[in-house]
């Protein structure tokens, strides 16, 4: 068989020509045999108002014959050059069926505490005014976006290759709030000098405001 014809699809697919052709054999075939039994005798031996007479009839008519020729020519040429070759297309990408995400692993009460404070600290953090921890942003990214990331899906794949209730699944889970707390320090440590700052810089002006109108403060109002 020529390469045009063999399936490429996990499907296969269908050749136009070569059923149009064996159609066109069977009606060829039909249209003799039924042919000879009206030449020879009373049909199929049966009413002639009957379904199956009707068939006979038809297929022994003048139009059948050369339906066949036709059927015959046609789909040998399509089948010869292979344009009638329709492949049937496999699954597509979006339809393919999805791995299932890893169910969320149940950790022991350390690895929980240790999220829990790291997310805390992380929202407490970018809620200082951004002026108050220039000092601390880049570390600051470089925590959440790489380390924590990194060292979360490590975690859950290291976790995913033991028994959730074993021994083992507990020592991953005290490693990895050891590592989440290493972290939650450096927040803690970022968070004190952002607040730190926030307040030097309020006493600072404080003391402007107080050089600049040394005799506007309450004991005036109470003269």
Request: aromatic content about 4%; overall charge negative; cysteine-free.
């Amino acid at each position: 068989m020529d390469d045009h014809r063999q399936p490429t699809s996990p499907k296969g697919g269908f050749d136009v020509g070569l059923n149009a052709a064996l159609l066109g054999v069977f009606l060829s075939a039909a249209n003799f045999v039924t042919s000879q039994f009206a030449e020879f005798g009373e049909g199929l031996g049966t009413d002639h108002g009957s379904p199956l007479q009707q068939i006979a009839d038809l297929l022994s008519g003048d139009v059948v014959k050369p339906l066949a020729v036709v059927l015959i020519l046609v789909g040998g040429m399509l089948y010869a050059t292979g344009m009638g070759y329709i492949e049937l297309a496999g699954p597509s990408k979006g339809n393919a069926p999805r791995p299932k995400p890893l169910a969320t692993l149940p950790m022991n009460i350390d690895a929980r505490m240790a999220e829990a404070r790291i997310t805390g600290l992380l929202a407490r953090l970018k809620a200082v005014p951004e002026e108050l921890r220039e000092e601390a942003t880049i570390e600051l990214e470089g925590i959440e976006q790489r380390h924590m990331p990194a060292l979360t899906r490590a975690h859950r794949k290291a976790r995913a290759t033991v028994s959730p209730t074993s021994k083992q699944a507990d020592e991953l889970d005290t490693d990895y709030a050891a590592s989440l707390n290493r972290l939650s320090a450096t927040l803690e440590q970022m968070v004190d000098r952002s607040e730190a700052l926030g307040r030097e810089r309020l006493q600072w002006q404080t003391l402007v405001i107080e050089e600049r109108f040394p005799n506007a403060g309450p004991e005036k109002d109470q003269a």
